[in-house]
């Protein structure tokens, strides 16, 4: 990250670190930074079935991604294209009642795992998060800014603020094969990303 020029578009590795109160995951209840949630309920249709979406939501909070001493900031107005590994997954249907927690995300949105006969519909529930320490990749246009201009504790001295141009959004993963960092096919000590 130090070595990121003001104006260029190129890759971050480093880890999560929370600004202020963390998110609460709405699947698993892991305090986290950034969750990415996908239900889907199966639809079958005589000889043939399929996943249909009921619902996606991804939610950010507040977080910086630190490399050593350096941190960078994803700018809040930007485009943001995400790629969280799903880790966690859910399922619901006959004989298998959705969990509490799985219920209540439901009711929030205005559904219910049960259909009209009270019979449960078969579901399945994905949430994928990113967790403080965890090891994330961004991809963005960086300009190095004072962390008292973006609203950050002025203990982070200078920021690299990511975001998005008029082309590209900014790209956000936890993958493995994204977060490895490689020069030329050896493993480099920071650098550049498979995006």
Known sequence: MSSFLSGEIAKVVGSVEFVGQPLIAPLS???CAYYYVLVEQLISTGKNSHWEEMIEEEVGGTFVIRDGRYRAY???????????????VYRSGTLNDATEALENYLRNKGMKSV???GLNKTLRFKEGVLEEG???AVMGRGEWKSSKEVSLPESFGKILVLSSTAEEPIYLSDDPDTVE???NGLPEVEGAMKF
């Open 29 to 31: 209840g892991r305090r």
């Open 74 to 88: 994803i700018d809040k107005s930007s485009t943001l294209k995400t790629y969280l590994v799903q880790d966690c």
């Open 115 to 117: 259909n009209m006969l």
């Open 134 to 136: 965890e090891s994330v």
């Open 181 to 183: 960092i490689t020069y």
